[in-house]
């Protein structure tokens, strides 16, 4: 069985019930989430080792937190314990042609305020065979891309793959910021996993011909893309997810997987989704992507098997994907009917 690592921060998510808005919420849902535990939580759903990494306080929310990755199965035996504050985000879920909106109150975790002795990775890496980050997670701050870079460098010497997903956050830094760190960091990177504008907003990288507001896809142009981002850093794999927003509660969703060793572009099938919860949608795609990879997938299985994934995601409340390998493999294979299961 093929042994994940994945790191980064592990949040409290408070929603106001159903659509309600911030303005007019009384009472607010609480629960866990967080871009690499959400691939964690993926990958333990489909049978593999998955550990999550992290540092969270030694009280009883943090212990909750840790709860909440324990339920699925993930390995939380590296999660380092200290600091005061367990990070919050606020999420308002959009309808229609309002959108969602995030707000974050995460300055001064415990995660952001780690430092690079905190994790042991040679430890944390023995017998593993995948290291899983973000682009989030290093924009927290100077000493945490510090502590990624140790950790891409502590994998790459044991050999491990390493995959990142872009995931540009502009609340958390700024684009000069982004592009100097990951400029950095994704020369240790096999697999990148990008999106429609982290691309072009951390490298200045853009397809053309495209509006991603009025929902338009240029594919040709995102296999530009794909390759600029393998030449530029010498990546083996490079997805993109392509999102068409019609609207807040209707999307359309597929993606494009380059593979670099056989020149092959392999483009999923398009999805029409009415959306419950996007949060965690990009998270379940790289859950997917990394699985199929491991278990030797063809680039065009992969790449299908992972965008059904993410398209099971959005109709799932919370950041993670409960989701099964038959599940998933039943929508990939042409299965989207809905129809009860009895």
């Not at 035996?77 to 909106?101: L, M, P, T």
């Not at 958390?172 to 072009?200: F, G, H, P």
């Not at 993109?240 to 020149?263: F, K, M």
């Amino acid at each position: 069985m093929a042994k994940v690592i994945t790191f980064g921060e592990l949040m409290v998510r408070l929603q106001p019930f159903n659509y309600e808005r911030f303005v007019q919420a009384s009472t607010l849902e609480f629960t866990f989430g967080g871009g690499e535990a959400n691939v964690a939580v993926s990958l333990a759903n489909y049978g593999l080792d998955a550990a999550f990494v992290t540092k969270l306080p030694a009280h009883a929310i943090g212990q909750a937190a840790i709860n909440s990755l324990r339920r699925y199965g993930v390995d939380t035996s590296n999660i380092v314990r200290g600091g005061d504050r367990v990070g919050i985000y606020y999420n308002e879920k959009g309808a229609s042609q309002r959108g969602s909106v995030c707000i974050y109150d995460r300055a001064n975790s415990a995660i952001q305020l780690a430092q690079p002795e905190d994790f042991d990775w040679d430890k944390i890496f023995d017998g593993a065979d995948w290291f899983h980050f973000t682009g989030i997670t290093p924009a927290l701050g100077e000493n945490v891309v510090e502590i990624c870079r140790q950790a891409c460098k502590a994998a790459k010497a044991k050999g491990l793959k390493i995959s990142c997903d872009l995931n540009y956050r502009g609340k958390l830094w700024t684009r000069e910021q982004a592009k100097a760190a990951m400029s950095d960091l994704c020369q240790y990177v096999d697999v990148c996993i990008s999106n429609e504008e982290d691309a072009k907003d951390v490298f200045g990288i853009e397809a053309e011909a495209t509006d991603i507001y009025g929902g338009e896809i240029n594919h040709e142009g995102y296999k530009s893309v794909a390759k600029q981002l393998a030449d530029k850093f010498g990546f083996e794999k490079v997805a993109i997810t392509l999102r068409e927003s019609h609207s807040a509660s209707d999307n359309g969703w597929s993606a494009l997987l380059y593979d670099v060793a056989t020149n092959e572009y392999c483009l999923s099938k398009k999805y029409e989704l009415r959306i419950i919860d996007r949060v965690g949608g990009g998270d379940s795609f790289g859950g997917g992507l990394i699985y199929a990879i491991l278990a030797g997938k063809s680039t065009q299985e992969a790449v299908d098997f992972a965008v059904a994934a993410s398209a099971l995601k959005h109709t799932i409340e919370g950041d993670y994907n409960m989701v099964t390998v038959s599940e998933v493999e039943k929508l990939s294979g042409g299965d989207g009917s809905g129809r009860i299961q009895r």
